[in-house]
């Protein structure tokens, strides 16, 4: 089944996330990926949904795992897109 992560957080609040990273400078993998997808061509709004449904898939982990913020695991996950293996 797609990972759903609507439970946890919905888009909305995923893209202000993103957009707080990306604000921060942190983590730096995100305006990287950023940068990698609109230079392969993905619209950037369409890339920010990217990184978002990367975010979540790194929060639901969280959920699971019941541990903290894991950015190893994160940067793989943005390190993946476009592609989403986790939902698969």
Known sequence: ???D???????????E??????ADGHPLQVK???MRLVMKGTPRDEALQYIACALGAELMAM???QGPFNLT???EFLDSLPEMPWAE
Request: hydrophobic letters at 45%; a negative charge; charged letters at 25%.
């Open 5 to 15: 992560t609507t439970e946890f957080f919905d888009e909305q609040t995923l893209l």
């Open 1 to 3: 089944p797609m990972a």
């Open 32 to 34: 990287a990926t950023l």
């Open 17 to 22: 996330m993103v957009d707080n990273q990306l």
């Open 63 to 65: 959920e699971a795992d």
């Open 73 to 75: 695991r994160y940067a």
